[in-house]
């Protein structure tokens, strides 16, 4: 019985510690149960043992479960990366990891941005010179971390530059980051020394913002009833009718935001209504049709739709507003595009509690600008498109 | 006795979680209570004094650590969103990291830059560590950090956020996993199954922000214990299995402060503090008494050794009669607070924003006894086990001992 134990305890502890894969589904089919996760628990039951199995593969498992985050939703791709830190962390401890498979995965640019970012920040365990290798490369890459990476690098050149009294290679060094900067504390190291420099920066093009816009209210919001009436623009949109709005007809106007950071002021666009509605509509000419993210910072409750389908919808007001505090994946069509935003303040007396503005852009997953038809990037990159008022 | 050490063997083999010492498993404490037991602890510290350890941090956070036997966990969270959800596992011996996950954000990591990402304090039923961020990523861990399952609640419920950030922190009650995602837009709170990571329940909760833990009400057995959830409306005293409400008290209630218990007693941050006495067995709370000038600030009351202590806004420690809310005695202390008290061995533990930690001891009036800066911001309660306190920064973790 004693021998029995023993073996019993030596059996259960090395199989904990040894890889189980040779005895179970390839990671392939393991990862096809765990990409079927869905929501509230969904596919959980398959999912948890597939992940166990999975955890226990062999590092050379590793390439195949980055591979299957392509395919992966936001979710299934955290249970894959739980399962591919298990199996690194193993390896790396048995000196396994295998430095040159992850680099080929991370300069695949048609890997997943996310995975590669992962794979790169394993490689740096066994291969801490892969930084200068390979970072350099990431300036506009489409993970917002490499992009980070390599604008910091620029920024620091750049700044030494100026240490040293180089202004030109200076100057180029920072447009050079510009291309890269998606980060707002970024965009600001980079733009105070250009501007200091007498270079010129179009901020709204260089975040995307939508700054011109056709604007209608106010409409009823008294107790926050609004929200959730179907006021005549979330209908038809006619731009030279006139419809009953709060105590007054209320008729379509436009409006263009000279604000660098694209925020539409509707306090001083119209007037510091309390309890009321505006509606905010504006084209975007779309090159081809793409997916995109609309990025939306505000303080107040909002709708917005695309092209007529309701996109996203919140209702709090004045817990803070902030650039990208909302980040709304939408696909675009090929051409003209309708955006409309309800913009909803409420009746809070507080001095914080009376602003009633917004800042929308849109721009990729990484965070860089898409710009609509007749902008060009380069246009931006090279800060040809001047801002009407800009450093008001 | 040679057959009894190899079922303890065996036992260790087939449950590496196997408790063998205090611990902390979840915000406040496994009672919810922040009552430690009364191992001497260090009244006084420093840099280089009672400091066992410290250690540097992979990422912000206001989370509390937590203790299960020899290990301590720590949420945190990074990069220039704070979308980077890490979870660490800590030597509670020396510090050394066992083990690091590290995840991606899928609902919104805004908030005040005051708080982060990794605002809730993790949980954990022994076996499991259940991590809650503030854009309500639910992750849930072996010991080993072999991953069981992982929720995205905004996911699910895509309105479930605050922009100031969330920061309510999850509890095991049996076999459940008992989370308040409340905020104005969509409110809820969710029982899952700690095993499986499926939703046993969900229920709507009042349409305001809200930053209080849900706490646990024990009862005579197990599975009578009830899950306690405050909001603005009051409390709700639920069923941990179906959620089903057993008991409710709608007097309105902070959404900061939490309640805390004390046996079958409830201390209600409401108006100003409410004393509900739930006799066993019973669906109706009686108000024992409702003390209106009893105003905890940030910081939840503990009821301690027959007395009920908390911190207002002015960082005055009060000290009340549990039985009648009567005051006995004031102490003014070196604020600002976000942390909660802790107690143990006859003492109070207070730190402040500033890194400055003020042991009070306890009696007929309170006593500082030290103010002990480590000079880092503090917002997270500490942990406190087996005689050592357990405290992080948005940099470090440390742990305060006596020496060995």
């Known amino acids: ?47 948890i043992a597939a992940v166990k199995e999975l955890s226990q593969a062999p590092a050379s498992a590793l390439p195949e479960i980055l591979g299957g985050f392509e395919t992966s939703s936001p979710l299934a791709a955290n249970w894959l990366r739980g399962a591919f830190e298990t199996v690194a962390d193993r390896a790396l401890k048995l000196k396994q990891l295998d430095a040159s498979a992850l680099e080929a995965f991370v300069v695949n640019r048609s890997n997943n941005a996310s995975a590669r970012r992962l794979a790169y920040e394993w490689l740096l365990k066994v291969d801490a010179t892969a930084a200068d290798r390979l970072i350099p490369g990431m300036l506009q890459d489409a993970n917002a971390e490499f992009r980070r990476d390599a604008v910091a690098r620029l920024v620091t050149a750049g700044t030494k530059q100026l240490d040293d ?33 007498g270079e010129t920066v179009n901020l709204q093009k260089h975040f995307g913002f939508v700054t011109n816009w056709k604007l209608i209210g106010p409409f009823d919001n008294t107790d926050k009833q609004g929200f959730d009436v179907a006021y005549p623009p979330e209908k038809e949109l006619k731009f030279d009718a006139k419809y009953p709005g709060k105590g007054e007809e209320v008729a379509w106007t436009e409006f263009a935001t000279d604000d660098e950071y694209g925020t539409v002021n509707l306090a001083k666009a119209l007037a510091p209504h309390k309890g009321a509605i505006t509606y905010a509509t504006a084209e975007f000419q779309s090159p081809a049709a793409q997916s995109v993210e609309i990025r939306l910072g505000t303080p107040n409750a909002w709708k917005l739709w695309v092209n007529g389908e309701l996109a996203f919808a919140r209702d709090e007001y004045h817990r803070g507003s902030s650039l990208d505090q909302y980040k709304v994946p939408v696909k675009l069509q090929a051409g003209r595009n ?38 060009t990037t380069s246009q931006r990159e090279t800060g040809d498109v001047r801002v009407a008022k800009e450093g008001r | 006795m040679r057959g009894f050490s190899y079922s303890l063997c065996l036992l260790a083999a087939l449950s590496p979680a196997v408790v063998i010492a205090a611990d902390w498993r979840q915000f406040r404490g496994n009672d919810s209570t922040a009552v430690a037991d009364d191992t001497p602890i260090p009244l006084e510290w420093s840099a280089d ?32 969103r704070q979308d980077r959800l890490h979870v660490v596992c800590f030597s509670a011996k020396d510090g050394s990291t066992v083990w690091e996950r590290q995840f991606w954000a899928t609902g919104r990591t805004g908030s005040h830059p005051k708080t982060c990402n990794a605002s809730s304090t993790p949980a954990s039923d022994g076996k499991r560590i259940f991590a809650l961020y503030s854009s309500n990523d639910l992750v849930c861990l072996d010991l080993d950090g072999n991953l069981e399952w992982y929720r995205g609640l905004m996911v699910d419920f895509p309105n479930a956020s605050n922009s100031l950030g969330m920061s309510s922190s999850p509890i095991v009650v049996g076999d ?27 229920s709507e909760r009042p349409k305001r922000a809200n930053w209080t833990s849900p706490a646990v009400l024990r009862g005579a057995k197990p599975a009578e214990d009830l899950a306690l959830l405050q909001s603005s409306a009051g409390l709700a005293a639920v069923n941990p299995r179906t959620g089903a409400v057993v008991f409710n008290y709608d007097n309105g209630a902070s ?7 004390n046996g079958r007693t409830i201390y209600v941050p409401s108006r100003g503090i409410t004393a509900l006495q739930i006799a066993e067995g019973s669906a109706n709370p009686e108000i024992l008494w409702r003390g209106e000038r009893l105003n905890p600030g940030t910081g939840t009351p503990i009821a301690y050794k027959d007395m009920l202590y908390f911190v207002n806004n002015a960082g005055v420690l009060f000290c009340a009669d549990p039985k009648n809310g009567e005051t006995k005695w004031q102490l003014r202390l070196e604020g600002p607070f976000s942390s909660s008290l802790v ?15 003020q042991v009070v001891k306890l009696g007929e009036k309170g006593e500082i006894v030290s103010k002990n800066d480590l000079g880092e911001t503090f917002l997270c309660t500490p942990a406190v086990a087996n005689g050592a306190i357990y405290i992080r920064s948005d940099e470090h973790l440390w742990k305060l001992a006596l020496p060995q």
């Open chain 2, 49 to 80: 004094k009672n400091v066992a350890w410290k250690v540097p941090l992979t990422g912000r956070g206001l989370s509390c650590p937590i203790i299960v036997g020899d290990r301590i966990f720590v949420t945190c969270s990074s990069g220039y």
């Open chain 1, 1 to 47: 019985m004693k021998r029995f134990v023993c073996a019993a305890v030596a059996v259960m502890g090395f199989a904990s510690i040894v890889p189980l894969s040779a005895v179970g589904a390839p990671p392939k089919e393991l990862i096809v149960r765990i990409q079927a996760v869905g929501t509230e628990g969904a596919g959980h039951a398959p999912a």
């Open chain 2, 255 to 261: 959404t900061i402060p939490s309640s805390t218990v």
């Open chain 1, 338 to 375: 309708v955006l409309l935003l309800k913009v909803c303040q409420n009746e809070q007396t507080e001095e914080w509690a009376q602003d009633w503005k917004y800042q929308l852009r849109v721009c990729t997953k990484a965070g860089s600008a898409v710009l609509p038809t007749g902008v």
């Open chain 2, 343 to 357: 107690a143990a061995a006859d003492h109070l533990i207070a730190f402040n924003e500033k890194g400055v930690g």
């Open chain 2, 176 to 202: 459940t996993l008992v989370t308040q995602i409340e905020n104005d837009s969509q409110s809820l709170a969710v029982g899952i199954d700690v095993a499986t990571g499926e939703s046993r329940w969900t």
């Open chain 1, 165 to 197: 009294g180089a202004k030109e290679e200076a100057a180029k060094t920072f447009k050079q980051a510009l291309l890269g900067a998606v980060d707002d504390d970024q965009v600001k190291a980079i733009v105070k020394p250009l501007r200091d420099l």
